[in-house]
């Protein structure tokens, strides 16, 4: 890849406890994500499943997948612009795509304006969406009661229903029902047993099985 490349970054938010890192060590196995680089908050908050094989510097690891995971606890553009410098000089693997996850608290539209209008991003990257992930058991009281799991869900491109086989099937079809209420545009998905949302390409999911 070379330095003047514009790589897509995806947003995955979704509130606490809402399976957005169970979710993100799926996507890391797979094949289709093998050239990405996650930015994470930190470390210690955000655990990646055995894959932080070697340091790369003060705060990218290298995974044992060829991906790469940046710590953010600071500044979102300057880990971005390091990342892109480094992949431009060859210190890190090259990467196709970044997906930054948020905080459980996190509201996504500061981040997606960031993304859009900053200019130090916006020549070196496009923002290609917003994924949440929604609880399916404890969603609706979680829309009920936090704003910030209303607002991830309202800037969604796509949400992901997580824990459905901790709930009923009405539960789940009501939480649906209410969240393509709020944001009618978003693409509703599940997370279930041998299915996987992944991100096969920057701008779109799409579900695969597995047997």
Do not use: W
């Not at 200019?119 to 829309?143: M, N």
């Amino acid at each position: 890849m070379t330095a003047s490349s514009i790589t897509p970054v995806t947003l995955l938010t979704g509130f606490l406890g809402s399976g957005k890192t169970t979710l993100l060590n799926r996507l890391l196995q797979h094949p289709s994500l093998q050239e990405t680089a996650v930015l994470i908050n930190e470390y210690g908050a955000v655990s990646i499943d055995h894959l932080l094989v070697r340091e790369a510097s003060e705060n990218i690891m290298v995974m044992s997948n060829g991906c790469i995971c940046c710590s953010v606890a600071g500044d979102m553009v300057q880990a971005l612009r390091d990342l892109y410098f480094k992949r431009a000089n060859g210190e890190v693997p090259d990467f196709k795509r970044v997906v930054i996850e948020t905080t459980g608290l996190a509201d996504p539209a500061p981040i997606m304006h960031t993304l859009i209008e900053m200019p130090l991003v916006a020549a070196r990257y496009s923002f290609s969406g917003i994924v949440t992930t929604v609880d399916a058991a404890h969603g609706e009281q979680q829309l009920n009661a936090h704003f910030e799991s209303v607002k991830q869900a309202a800037v969604a491109d796509r949400i992901v229903l997580t824990k459905t086989d901790a709930t009923t099937r009405q539960n789940v079809d009501r939480l649906r029902t209410r969240l393509l209420a709020l944001n009618p545009g978003a693409e509703v998905f599940e997370a279930i047993a041998l299915s996987l949302i992944h991100i096969s390409e920057p701008t779109r999911l799409r579900r695969i099985s597995y047997a």
